[in-house]
Nanobody, 119 residues
Framework: QVQLVESGGGLVQAGGSLSLSCKAS????????MGWYRQSPGKQRELVAI???????NYADSVKGRFTISRDNAENTVYLQMNSLKPEDTAVYYC?????????????WGQGTQVTVSS
């Protein structure tokens, strides 16, 4: 059984920083893309940042220059460093990893972690 466990998040004032991590555990032979998504009340879940197996990265325009995604393949872990946080960054953040299981890559999700930025 595979599980993604997120850590980090919390409450911070505007302009502050937070870091998130997401580790996959279980029998994992290969990981494709790893990413972070977020969802605020009344809104759809949106992509924040994604990094593929070659290290190619894409960010949402709203976080470019402020957030940094990275991955540690040996630890099956993806990170998100968030700097210069704004109140509009407040959301539940979910990690996603595409894991090779039963002959194909499948999407797995973390449990979500709350990030709250006060003004």
């Amino acid at each position: 059984q595979v599980q993604l466990v997120e850590s980090g998040g919390g409450l911070v004032q505007a302009g502050g920083s937070l870091s998130l991590s997401c580790k996959a555990s279980g029998t994992i032979s290969s990981i494709n893309a790893m990413g972070w998504y977020r969802q605020s009340p009344g809104k759809q879940r949106e992509l924040v940042a994604i990094i593929n197996s070659l290290g190619t990265i894409n960010y949402a325009d709203s976080v470019k220059g402020r957030f940094t995604i990275s991955r540690d393949n040996a630890e099956n872990t993806v990170y998100l460093q968030m700097n210069s946080l704004k109140p509009e960054d407040t959301a539940v953040y979910y990690c996603n990893q595409q894991l090779f299981r039963q002959g194909s890559f499948r999407d797995y999700w973390g449990q979500g972690t709350q990030v709250t930025v006060s003004s």
